[in-house]
Nanobody, 121 residues
Framework: QVQLVESGGGLVQAGGSLRLSCVASGRIFSINGMGWHRQAPGKQRELVAAITGGGNTNYADSVKGRFTISRDNAKSTVYLQMNSLKPEDTGVYYC???????????????WGQGTLVTVSS
């Protein structure tokens, strides 16, 4: 089995910063793309940022210039550095990764359990 575990969420004032981490574990052969999504109360889940296996990044327009996604392949970890946070950034942040498992053909699209980010005004 493969597991993604997020950490780093919490309560922060507007203008503050948080750094989210997500560690993948299990029988992992390789990890392709990784990303962060968020779901605000009463809204659909949306893509916040993504990073390919080669390090190319993509961001939602609403977070460009404020958030930075990065990964450490040796640690099977993806990060999301969030600066200049706004109340509208509040939500549950989910990590996802496209993972090739040892001894299994194809790739698995795995998700973490989510970590809550609350930005107060």
């Amino acid at each position: 089995q493969v597991q993604l575990v997020e950490s780093g969420g919490g309560l922060v004032q507007a203008g503050g910063s948080l750094r989210l981490s997500c560690v993948a574990s299990g029988r992992i052969f390789s990890i392709n793309g990784m990303g962060w999504h968020r779901q605000a109360p009463g809204k659909q889940r949306e893509l916040v940022a993504a990073i390919t296996g080669g390090g190319n990044t993509n961001y939602a327009d609403s977070v460009k210039g404020r958030f930075t996604i990065s990964r450490d392949n040796a640690k099977s970890t993806v990060y999301l550095q969030m600066n200049s946070l706004k109340p509208e950034d509040t939500g549950v942040y989910y990590c996802n990764a496209n993972i090739r498992r040892v001894g299994v053909s194809g790739a698995l699209d795995a998700w973490g359990q989510g970590t809550l980010v609350t930005v107060s005004s």
